[in-house]
């Protein structure tokens, strides 16, 4: 069906294509570094630890600053759109001595930053609990350890100026993300005590002076992590309190819920408490096993509570690391398949369906949620990235395959 057949189509349902069109192209993500090298970073080759887990080892991984540029360069460019590159503190580029997280600058990231104008893009930031000597027992900011503490307290208040380093360079906010392992791998005996100590060193971190109108910190929560399966200090009602006393932001991934919770769900009330909500998108595949995300039935659910409550109050970043295919397909493919749920949530038409729900047609609306899902999505899809320059069908992967050949192949 062309575009024009399906703009009809649509426009007799009540929706009209050409806002929906404007309204996605609006919509930044942020693509997540860390698919490019299974969470490795520049300061060691040791790989990620904390209860994170990257499988696969599917040649041409980004093993230095250069080649994780031109790779993330490449995606975006097979990918509609003005976006974001969400960067970890372990992605610093040193020159000679790897400066501690502790001892972390701006100018450890003023390389990212000259690519970033270079290409267009915003940055965000995470400080890096993780990979490193003084997080090898999966404490960090609640260890009992004073001296530990103190040493992840820096590394968080070093990244809140990284952050505002970005948003200022940059001239849009950087959103500052702060996710800790910490955990048991077997069962406490002293719940409370590592909660108490948490929030005491989060408290010392959002103590220094940062400009809210360059910085955005989002919490995260967690369930439980590979080797720290019994307790996490981060849970999401830790985060959700916490967030709230602090006048911080909560962040919500994909995975790390049960997997038989809805995430949507909990949208529209996160969105009530907070005014804003913020994501890693992900796909937890039996466990947190950060998958590439699909168009499934979890994407679409949280895509539709997003477009209802309004794009704009939503942080939309990528969170997954799956090492074990073409990692630039990964993130093209996420990309996309984020933006594809986006856009086919505004093809549908929510008055009517909340008329529906509020006036008791139950069977109506079944009829029309259900209807909605075949009409002619894909079309609005093409035109889309027919306005932006780039492939509307799986043409990109070419593109890709060719990328593999020509630039990955000569990696060791
Ligand atoms: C881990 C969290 C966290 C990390 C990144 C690398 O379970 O999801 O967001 O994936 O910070
Ligand atoms: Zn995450």
């Given at each position: 069906m062309s575009y024009n057949e399906a703009k009809r189509k649509y426009a007799k349902m009540g929706i009209d294509t050409e806002k929906a069109l404007k309204d996605l192209a609006a919509i930044p993500i942020s693509m997540h570094c860390w698919q490019g090298d299974d969470v490795g970073g520049f300061e060691s080759t040791g790989g990620a630890s904390g209860g994170i887990q990257t499988t696969g080892n599917y040649p041409g991984k980004a093993r230095t600053p250069a080649e994780l540029m031109q790779d993330l360069s490449f995606a975006l460019s097979l990918v509609p759109g003005r976006h974001r590159v969400n960067l970890h503190a372990c992605y610093g580029i040193h020159e000679g001595k790897v400066a501690d997280r502790n001892r972390l600058e701006a100018k450890h990231f003023a390389p990212w930053v000259k690519w970033a104008k270079k290409t267009g893009v915003k940055l965000d930031f995470n400080p890096t609990f993780f990979s490193h000597p003084l997080a090898a027992d999966g404490l960090?900011?609640?260890?009992?350890?004073p001296k530990v503490r103190k040493f992840w307290v820096e590394h968080g208040v070093r990244c809140l100026d990284i952050a505002e380093y970005f948003g200022r360079e940059l001239k849009s906010p950087c959103c500052i993300n702060f996710w800790m392992p910490d955990g048991y791998k077997d069962e406490p005996s002293d719940r409370l005590g590592p909660r108490l100590r948490m929030a005491d060193s989060l408290d010392r971190i959002f103590a220094h002076r940062y400009d809210r109108k360059h910085v955005v910190p989002t919490l995260e929560s967690k369930l439980f992590g590979i080797g720290l399966e019994s307790y996490t200090v981060g849970s999401h009602e830790f985060v959700m309190g916490y967030a709230m006393k602090a006048k911080i932001l909560a962040l919500l991934d994909m995975g790390h819920f049960h997997l038989s919770e809805s995430v949507a769900d909990k949208i529209s009330s996160f969105l009530m408490t907070f005014g804003k909500v913020a994501f890693h998108i992900s796909r937890p595949v039996r466990?947190?096993?950060?998958?590439v995300i699909r168009q499934n039935d979890d994407l679409r659910a949280a895509a539709q509570e997003i477009v209802k409550m309004d794009p704009k109050n939503f942080i939309l970043a990528l969170d997954y690391f799956d090492a074990s295919i073409n990692r630039v397909a990964a993130w093209v493919l996420g990309m996309r398949n984020l933006q594809k749920e986006l856009l086919k949530a505004m093809l549908v038409p929510w008055k009517a369906l909340k008329g529906m729900q509020d006036s008791g047609e139950f069977t109506a609306q079944l009829v029309l949620q259900e209807e909605c899902k075949n009409y002619p999505a894909g079309a609005v899809w093409g035109e889309f990235c027919r306005r932006a320059g780039v492939d509307g069908d799986e043409a990109w992967f070419k593109r890709v395959v060719k990328y593999e050949r020509d630039v990955l192949s000569a990696r060791g």
């Open positions: 960090t900011l609640s260890s009992p350890d466990w947190d096993s950060d998958h």
